[in-house]
């Protein structure tokens, strides 16, 4: 992550765990293959379906030269009963070429680009690290949308400092861009994290189900 290598900072999202935020992922150290095995072994347990959405999302996952990236894709193509690829990344991580291969995806399978973005308010951003703007958000969604990928944002309500009148901003903002799903996240606190220490010193206060719902 371009927060973690000293590209756009080292501290990383004050809401992102150590493991990027994909705990009930498979295990990383393990090749694409086999960590689809543990995770779709754990799906099955619960849905009866051998059909499936290689998703990628711990991390930044166009964070890397478009070889590499085009491996991974692949591999979790070939996996069984795969028939779709969501691909989580940042805004900030789009080259010219990743684009690129990213509309090649497109062109040959079901295929779901989600952006981070959390906030429309550049304020609220800079305060939990992200380390990009919403222009570059916007940007991002354009580009994609212009080469025939099926873009989306994730977003979180409940940040600290944002009222509701900001998240009904980001709301309305994000109803003006040719967004093909929504993510709506709240916001919790999880073990290892700089917004664990902000909400065991008294900082903010998390919303209630009531107010969230």
């Not at 499936?52 to 009963?81: K, S």
């Amino acid at each position: 992550c371009p927060t973690l290598d000293g590209t756009r900072g080292r501290a990383g999202c004050s809401f992102c765990s150590p493991a990027g935020s994909g705990e009930f992922g498979g295990d990383p150290s393990l090749d694409i293959s086999a960590q689809f095995a543990q995770v779709a072994a754990r799906m099955g347990s619960k849905w009866d379906t051998g059909l499936h959405i290689a998703y990628f999302q711990a991390r930044t996952n166009t964070y890397a030269r478009v070889d590499p990236l085009r491996r991974l894709y692949e591999q979790a193509l070939a996996c069984p009963g795969v028939v779709g690829l969501a691909i989580s990344t940042r805004p900030d991580c789009l080259p010219d070429d990743v684009c690129a291969l990213l509309a090649e995806f497109a062109q040959r399978t079901y295929l779901t680009v989600e952006l981070g973005l959390q906030t429309v308010h550049d304020e609220t951003a800079r305060a939990i690290g992200r380390g990009h703007t919403f222009a570059e958000f916007e940007q991002g969604v354009q580009r994609l949308h212009a080469l025939g990928v099926s873009v989306g944002a994730h977003i979180i309500d409940g940040l600290p400092g944002e009222t509701h009148a900001m998240m009904l901003q980001t709301a309305r903002t994000l109803a003006t861009l040719p967004l093909h799903f929504l993510k709506i996240h709240l916001l919790y606190v999880a073990q290892g994290t700089r917004l664990a220490a902000q909400w065991r010193a008294g900082a903010f206060e998390t919303l209630t189900l009531e107010q969230y719902v």
